[in-house]
T-cell receptor
Framework: SAVISQKPSRDICQRGTSLTIQCQVD?????MFWYRQQPGQSLTLIATANQGSEATYESGFVIDKFPISRPNLTFSTLTVSNMSPEDSSIYLCSVERQGFRAFFGQGTRLTVV | GQQLNQSPQSMFIQEGEDVSMNCTSS?????WLWYKQDPGEGPVLLIA?????ELTSNGRLTAQFGITRKDSFLNISASIPSDVGIYFC????????????????FGQGTILTVHP
């Protein structure tokens, strides 16, 4: 498996502000993935983060709203910018490992008020 | 894009009962993954299936990769209270060539409640 640590585990933020979520993996990985899970919903992929290149965003997600950094092979950040209550979700990072299996961090539960 | 349909959406069962849930797709999948998510946690991988017809067990859990490659089933035998949670099926996104296992399409989930 993989040990994936996310910070913060939860936060309550004011609308219009930004929050940066950190994801640390226990060993080097080529790609890291960021997902969003809206309340009572399934997981939706936001973007794929490769070290040394810009992140690749899925349809419906843009870099201005969700800027991503990938400074090395064990770390990535996702920023939720100019937040509104609709951004209240669980944000999860994920890596691919071990015989083509995807593993997830514990998630960051964001509430925007 | 790809869509995965899970059923049932929710289940309420008594401890000791067996559970069965399934996942269907309109397109072919080369891999099926089953995850469980506890409240306040990220999804945890339960079983991975790689070949049509494959039947794989993990303790009291058994999953099967459908012959048509368009469905998969997860069974839990002799349920216990800690089986409570949301169960998701998932598969690699075909737009990624169906080979990037980090880029997944998820079903809507099955919420399992077990009464002691």
């Amino acid at each position: 498996s993989a040990v994936i640590s996310q910070k913060p585990s939860r936060d309550i933020c004011q609308r219009g502000t930004s929050l940066t979520i950190q994801c640390q993996v226990d060993s080097q990985v080529t790609m890291m993935f960021w997902y969003r899970q809206q309340p009572g919903q399934s997981l939706t992929l936001i973007a794929t983060a490769n070290q040394g290149s810009e992140a690749t965003y899925e349809s419906g997600f843009v870099i201005d709203k969700f800027p991503i950094s990938r400074p090395n092979l064990t770390f990535s950040t996702l920023t939720v910018s100019n937040m509104s209550p609709e951004d209240s979700s669980i944000y999860l990072c994920s890596v691919e490992r071990q015989g083509f299996r995807a593993f997830f961090g514990q998630g960051t539960r964001l509430t925007v008020v | 894009g790809q869509q995965l349909n899970q059923s049932p959406q929710s289940m309420f069962i008594q401890e000791g009962e067996d559970v069965s849930m399934n996942c269907t797709s309109s397109s072919i999948f080369n891999t099926w993954l089953w995850y469980k998510q506890d409240p306040g946690e990220g999804p945890v991988l339960l079983i991975a299936l790689y070949k049509a017809g494959e039947l794989t067990s993990n303790g009291r859990l058994t999953a099967q990769f459908g012959i048509t490659r368009k469905d998969s089933f997860l069974n839990i035998s002799a349920s216990i209270p800690s089986d409570v949670g949301i169960y998701f099926c998932a598969g690699p996104d075909a737009n990624a060539g169906g080979t990037s296992y980090g880029k997944l399409t998820f079903g809507q989930g099955t919420i399992l409640t077990v009464h002691p």
